[in-house]
């Protein structure tokens, strides 16, 4: 049976935001089914994990950031790179896994957008069956003529022309938006096609549920001590205390929150002093499609959207979800009572 028997597919449906534009060359409706496309694949591979060799476990190796790469790691960064501006859409494609962007050969394409993505979010959770991701976002590029440039990468995400998510969990699922509503899409595995379940994504303006590693408290400083104690508590004698969900996989734990209300916290902590989420592919694509849905995305005083990146793997904290939470979370932070930030 396909989602609420509608056969709407996300290729469909990007389509139809083209027509919106009739100047379109179609080069971005391409670049995101390109993406879909890379999706599928990926969740093919992923739902096999188990039962093929050679796909879970570690390659032995240290990304750029220290991180051990999981072999689904190396796999879904290698279909995105193959995947991703076929027709030359692309200049530049930058990922998690890679130290530098790379520059693409576009041919007789136009050779407009930069894509950057995290291939695979939440690798640590591969190996025992937890939901993990994919994240993207993509930016025109600013430059006219040449190879890419950094200013072509560095961009806020006020500027992001699209941006989207795959959750790859019970059921595989793509979320995208391009500034017009986020919408959510099912992959029937049947017929191999993202059929439209989630129209206009609203994340409730206030939640139940926070998610933070709570593991890391020792770490945080009095006001983050503060904030997450209020949000388990509740923030007064009137308010009940919220319930705590931590996946440890970003996109399953935003997900989550995207539909039920809630907020995602990683602060800033003496061993991470700028957070652990990273800018340009994990914090700002999210917090571009939680502000689609209604929602909010901050780094505890200011709209992540705002900040200007200075490099491509740079870190933040993040405080993202329902509007009223994370609004009242910068409120918190602000208030200097609470004790000084790390
Ligand atoms: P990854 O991109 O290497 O998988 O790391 C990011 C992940 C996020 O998915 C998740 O929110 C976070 O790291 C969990 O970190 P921690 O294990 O410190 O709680
Ligand atoms: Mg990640």
Not at 115 to 135: H, Y
Not at 151 to 171: F, N, T
Not at 175 to 188: E, I
Request: glycine fraction near 12%; hydrophobic fraction near 35%.
């Amino acid at each position: 049976m396909s989602p609420a028997g509608n056969l709407v597919t996300v290729e469909s449906h990007i389509l139809d935001l083209q027509r919106m534009h009739p100047s379109a060359s179609g080069d971005f409706t391409s670049l995101l089914n390109d993406i879909a496309f890379a999706a599928k694949i990926i969740s093919r591979e992923v739902g096999r994990a188990g039962l093929v060799e050679d796909i879970l476990g570690s390659t032995g190796e240290e990304n750029i950031q220290g991180e051990i790469v999981q072999r689904l790691d190396e796999y879904a960064n290698r279909i995105m790179l193959s995947c991703l501006g076929r027709r030359g859409q692309c200049c530049m494609l930058a990922s998690e896994e890679l130290e530098k962007p790379v520059l693409r050969e576009v041919g007789s394409g136009s050779g407009s957008y930069v894509v950057v993505f995290d291939p695979l979010d939440g690798s640590s959770n591969i190996d025992a069956n937890v939901s993990i991701g994919t994240i993207f976002s993509i930016y025109r590029r600013r430059t006219i003529n040449g190879p890419a440039q950094d200013e072509d990468l560095l961009q806020p995400g006020s500027k992001l022309l699209a941006a989207g998510y795959v959750i790859y969990g019970s059921s595989t699922m793509f979320v995208y938006t391009t500034g017009h509503g986020a919408h959510g899409f099912t992959l029937d595995p049947g017929i191999g096609e993202f059929l439209l379940s989630h129209e206009n994504l609203s994340i409730p303006f206030a939640g139940d549920i926070y998610s933070v590693n709570e593991g890391n408290e020792p770490k945080w400083d009095s006001r983050v001590r503060e904030i997450v104690r209020r949000l388990k508590y509740g923030r007064d004698d009137e308010t009940d205390g919220m319930s705590a969900r931590y996946i440890g996989s970003l996109v399953a734990d935003f997900h989550r929150n995207m539909l039920y209300g809630g907020v995602f916290l990683y602060p800033a902590h003496t061993g991470s002093p700028d957070g652990k989420l990273r800018l340009l592919y994990e914090a700002a694509p999210l917090a571009m499609i939680a502000e689609q849905a209604g929602g909010y995305g901050s780094n505890g005083h200011s709209p992540i959207l705002d900040i200007q990146p200075d490099s491509l793997h740079q870190r933040v904290p993040l405080y993202i979800g329902s509007r009223e939470t994370v609004l009242w979370i910068e409120k918190m932070m602000a208030d200097s009572t609470l004790g000084a930030g790390l």
